[in-house]
């Protein structure tokens, strides 16, 4: 839903989802569950990703960072492509 139509949310296309709501709708889980997205201009290396989410620039409250080291967060799946109008997108469901 994201990179195809070119969006640079977590909410989905419908302008009513949260990305909870998305995974919901193709998933269950249990406890916690986040998502942390990355888009850019020149497609990164793995490792590029993980540091970007990591050092969380930009971002006052650091919730990316915080979430990855979160030790109830057991579970990630992670989808990388291309983006319509960023060349690339990055996605990380994380869940305990």
């Known amino acids: 839903d994201i990179a195809p139509k070119g969006l640079a949310s977590h909410t989905s296309s419908d302008g009513v989802s949260t990305y909870k709501d998305r995974i919901e709708r193709h998933a269950t889980w ?51 492509g291309p983006h319509s109008t960023a060349e690339f997108c990055y996605i990380a469901i994380f869940a305990s």
């Open 30 to 80: 249990g406890g916690a569950i986040y998502e942390a997205i990355l888009y850019g201009h020149q497609k990164p290396r793995a490792r590029d990703v993980v540091l970007a989410w990591v050092i969380d620039d930009g971002f006052q409250s650091r919730t990316h960072r915080k979430n990855i080291f979160n030790p109830t967060h057991r579970e990630v799946a992670v989808i990388a």
